[in-house]
Structures are given as C-alpha cells and as structure tokens.
C-alpha cells in the first residue's frame, strides 16, 4: 500500500502518522534534530526496505547553523567512510523507520503559551534613522537601547510536562 494524499494518515503501533505532518529526526536515526515534513508511507509489498516496520518518507529542511552543518557533514562522513558535505547528503525522499521520527506538534494546534523575556536593543547613529536619544537631561544624536521584553511561545501539552518542575 501507498499512501501519498495530503492529510492521509497510517497508524502504527498506535502512532498515527500524517501525510504533509512535521517531523524531527530522533537519536535513532543519522537525521537527527532535522526538521521535516512526512511525503509518503509504504507498507506491504510497495516498501523498499525489508525490515517489517512500514517506511515512512520524509523530506528534511537542511540545517542553517554553522555547528548544525558540521555536526551533520561529520556524522555521514564517519556513516560512509568519506568526506561529506552538506550538498552531497540527501535530505528528500529519506526512508524512516517509525522510531526514527517523531512528529511535531503544529503551533497553531497549541493551546498554552508559556512567557519567554528576551533582550531587545536598539541603536541609531547620526547618519542613520532611529529613535532619539537623550543622555543627561540633553539631545544626543548616537545612542544605544537596551530592555527586556515579553513574547508568547506557543507549547504543547507534552512540552509543558516536560519542562514543569516537580
């Protein structure tokens, strides 16, 4: 069976998985803490792999940090035994085991929104555009702001349990 039809779901093992759903890579695959989205699902005899766990494609968005490249290029260079780079490694149409995923919430799905402070700043030099600053009762031209500020962060039932404190 194939299932490619967004919004079609397979369960497996009580785990329901989603056409279009995201997903990270888990500790048990080589694409782990990548970011994706679940393209397709075989079973029975339309798998590709011989294992008895369904195979569940993804797609993976690569990852934009400098340390999350290297960490990446190093752990598929020691896989294959040669010098891998991040164009090199393939991150669509990856066949994923059901463990080696795990879905990821949607934002829009979360009810709770936990406070997150944050340091704001903001500068202005006189050929530049900004706010007005003034230092000891009189108009300076440069000047440098510096606050904290409040956002939301929206968060899952799972991670609220996760991070609440005994």
């Known amino acids: 069976m194939i299932i490619n039809r967004i919004g079609a779901e397979f369960v497996y093992e009580g785990d329901a998985f989603v056409i279009g759903q995201p997903v990270v890579g888990t500790s048990q695959s080589e694409y782990?803490?990548?970011?994706?989205?679940?393209?397709e699902i075989r079973d029975g005899k339309d798998k590709e792999t011989e294992n008895d766990m369904p195979d569940i494609y993804c797609a993976f968005d690569p990852p934009v940090l400098p340390?999350?490249?290297?960490?990446?290029?190093?752990?598929?260079?020691?896989?294959?035994?040669?010098?891998?780079?991040?164009?090199?490694?393939?991150?669509?149409?990856?066949?994923?085991a059901p463990e080696m995923v795990k879905v990821v919430e949607v934002p829009e799905k979360c009810r709770?929104?936990?406070?997150?402070y944050i340091v704001v700043e903001d500068w202005a030099r006189a050929w530049g555009r900004g706010h007005e600053g003034f230092i000891d009762g009189e108009y300076d031209k440069n000047h440098y702001l510096i606050q904290i500020g409040e956002r939301r962060l929206a968060a899952s039932e799972e991670f609220i349990k996760r991070v609440s404190v005994s």
């Open 32 to 39: 782990e803490g990548l970011y994706g989205l679940i393209t």
């Open 67 to 96: 340390h999350d490249i290297e960490e990446l290029e190093k752990r598929f260079s020691s896989l294959y035994q040669n010098p891998k780079k991040l164009e090199g490694i393939s991150l669509d149409e990856v066949i994923m």
């Open 112 to 116: 709770r929104f936990l406070p997150v």
